[in-house]
């Protein structure tokens, strides 16, 4: 069930758009802000609200991979997996993540902290590898620099 604030923020952006629909990328942000990803209940209470099913915003929401349809940890580490940072050293990188962490990609650590994932072009080629903590950008990642990048996030 969607709170009352959740209902009025996603109301609220009804007035910048020219249909409910259009909506659907915003409504699903402002649910995940609040609960950190989109259950199948708040997913149908959005489609309800945006006047549209439960399948069609579904299929938004996997085309969107910044929207979290199972439950993530306080960080998300987004791992770019496209051509500049495959040839970079992602590979490298990934591994060291995944023995740092103790994870695979797709998992959650025990302590809820990290969860691993992969991405597509993060648009800072030029610096590969690149990874993304939550909203923050991390370009040139190596080995080296994985400690320190990973301290700021607790
Ligand atoms: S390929 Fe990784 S940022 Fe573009």
């Known amino acids: ?7 009025r923020e ?3 952006e009804f007035a910048h758009y020219p249909n409910k629909q259009a909506v659907s990328i915003d409504a699903m942000r402002i649910v995940q802000k609040h ?8 997913l149908k209470d959005i489609a309800e609200l945006l006047e549209m099913s439960a399948d069609e915003l579904d299929g938004v929401a996997t085309f969107y991979n910044l929207i979290f349809r199972r439950p993530v940890g306080r960080h998300v580490v987004m791992v770019c997996d496209s051509v ?3 040839i970079m050293g992602y590979d ?3 591994r060291e993540l995944t023995s740092r962490l103790g994870i695979q990609m797709g998992e959650t650590t025990a302590d809820g902290r990290f969860t691993l994932l ?3 072009c993060l648009g800072a080629c030029d610096h ?3 990874i993304m903590v939550d909203a923050d950008l991390h370009h040139d990642v190596d080995p080296q620099k994985l400690d320190g990048v990973l301290e700021k996030y607790k």
Not at 1 to 7: A, F, I, K, Q, V
């Open 118 to 120: 992969p991405i597509v």
């Open 84 to 86: 500049s940072c495959w």
């Open 35 to 42: 609960r950190g990803w989109v259950s199948d209940e708040c």
């Open 128 to 130: 590969a590898p690149t």
């Open 1 to 7: 069930m969607l709170s009352p604030e959740e209902r």
């Open 10 to 12: 996603i109301e609220a």
């Open 92 to 94: 490298r990188l990934r």
